[in-house]
Nanobody, 122 residues
């Protein structure tokens, strides 16, 4: 059983920064971040291919968020800058098979973290 341990959420003012972390046990995966605000569906935020390092972002976070991984630590991070109130959500780390075609789709992942709350005040 793969374990994903998330950390780094919290409360920040608009314009501030947070860094989310996700540590994975076991084998390597493609990894991604999704978020869900109250009353909304889960939304793709960012993903990274473990082997190549290719990164993908939802348009609303491009230029503000950066996803990166540390192969030695088997960990993934999401650096979030210039945060906005609309970024408020529970953020979930996800891990999935290396051969998945579209890692922006939640169906590409079969392991999910417990979620960490990010709250951005105006």
């Amino acid at each position: 059983q793969v374990q994903l341990v998330e950390s780094g959420g919290g409360l920040v003012q608009a314009g501030g920064s947070l860094r989310l972390s996700c540590a994975a046990s076991g084998r390597t995966f493609n990894m991604g971040w999704f978020r869900q605000a109250p009353g909304t569906e889960r939304e793709f935020v960012a993903a990274i291919r473990w082997i190549s390092g290719s990164a993908y972002y939802v348009d609303s976070v491009k230029g503000r968020f950066t996803i990166f991984r540390d192969k030695a630590e088997n960990s993934m991070y999401l650096q979030m800058n210039s945060l906005k109130p609309e970024d408020t959500a529970v953020y979930y780390c996800a891990a999935g098979p290396l051969l998945a075609a579209d890692i922006r789709n939640g169906a590409a992942y079969d392991n999910w973290g417990q979620g960490t709350q990010v709250t951005v005040s105006s």
